[in-house]
């Protein structure tokens, strides 16, 4: 079944650094989106990629998908304490968003 | 900016009992979802709602679940003798057309005695 996978599943960093976490899927998808939770709160879209978009960017943000490798990566640059939060990739196939388990974003000041 | 909103923010009730979870999607958005996200799980997808009626649905959308557009600004998740496991936080989403964005509600958490 479609799955969004993500990792690492914890990443712990130092403000002013980058930080780089992966998603992989294993079916086709019309396109990927990524979203950030904070603690025990809601979704926050930050950036829909196409299937066919190969890199896309939006202010610290930089998403890139590789459909042959069926994966795609979110790199947030000059990481700051307020990014701390759980980021998810989510699949979209028809309309259904697939989620992964995310990865756990700690950004020490 | 348009946002979606959910009530109530969090909900507790009684093994057994009904409840409704409300949604009201952003105006002009014609696809309707709701996702629940159990503790420290990830966020499922539960069922998807366009011109009117059910478009998907998972298997977690049983029988005890219904969803409905009662007018034109609500859209509402109604669990019909809740189980301890469906305390759960409960997201709505909504998007203006089959391949745009789905923007999250900030969900109603529901906890189940």
């Known amino acids: 079944s479609q799955q969004g996978e993500e990792d690492p599943q914890a990443l712990s960093i130092q403000e002013g650094e980058n930080a780089t976490m992966n998603c992989s899927y294993k079916t086709s998808i019309n396109n990927l989106q990524w979203y950030r939770q904070n603690s025990g709160r809601g979704l926050v879209h930050l950036i829909l990629?196409?299937?066919?978009?190969r890199e896309k960017h939006s202010g610290r943000l930089r998403v890139t998908l590789d459909t042959s490798k069926k994966s795609s990566s979110l790199l947030i640059t000059a990481s700051r304490a307020a990014d701390t939060a759980s980021y998810f990739c989510a699949t979209d196939r028809r309309g259904k968003l697939i989620f992964g388990q995310g990865t756990e974003l700690s950004v020490k000041p | 900016e348009p946002e979606v909103t959910q009530t109530p923010s969090h909900q507790v009730t009684q093994m057994g009992q009904e409840v409704i979870l409300r949604c009201v999607p952003i105006s002009n958005h014609l696809y309707f979802y709701w996702y629940r996200q159990i503790l420290g799980q990830k966020v499922e997808f539960l069922v998807s709602f366009y011109n009117n009626e059910i478009s998907e649905k998972s298997e977690i959308f049983d029988d005890q679940f219904s969803v409905e557009r009662p007018d034109g600004s609500n859209f509402t998740l109604k669990i019909r003798s809740t189980k301890l496991e469906d305390s759960a936080m409960y997201f709505c989403?909504?998007?203006?057309?089959?391949?745009?964005?789905?923007?999250f509600g900030p969900g109603t958490r529901l906890t189940v005695l």
């Open positions: 990629i196409r299937s066919n978009e």
């Open positions: 989403a909504s998007r203006r057309d089959s391949t745009d964005t789905q923007y």
